[in-house]
Nanobody, 119 residues
């Protein structure tokens, strides 16, 4: 059973920064590509960023390139998302999951962490 626990969200002003964390359980974490996804009210869940098992390859949605950085610490079974220069359109619930390209792999999601960017 996959256990994913996201944290680090909050309320920030436009231009501010947040660092999200995702702690994952399961014996396959270290061999899996991981991704961050987000879902805003009334919208479909969308891909945000992905990182290969070793951390050597990262890739991003066009909307966050240059502003967000995904990283991971396999010793801690944790993946991070550093979000800078936040915009109101970044407001969403953020989730992590094992990823295959830009798609999530598992049907079960964590509770997510809320990010609100507003003046």
């Amino acid at each position: 059973q996959v256990q994913l626990v996201e944290s680090g969200g909050g309320l920030v002003q436009p231009g501010g920064s947040l660092r999200l964390s995702c702690e994952a359980s399961g014996r396959t974490f270290r061999t899996n590509t991981m991704g961050w996804f987000r879902q805003a009210p009334g919208k479909e869940r969308e891909f945000v960023a992905g990182i290969s098992a070793s951390g050597g390859t990262t890739y991003y949605a066009d909307s966050v390139k240059g502003r967000f950085t995904i990283s991971r610490d396999n010793a801690k079974n944790t993946v991070y998302l550093q979000m800078n220069s936040l915009k109101p359109e970044d407001t969403a619930d953020y989730y992590c999951n094992t990823a295959r390209g830009r798609l999530p792999v598992y049907d079960y999601w964590g509770q997510g962490t809320q990010v609100t960017v507003s003046s």
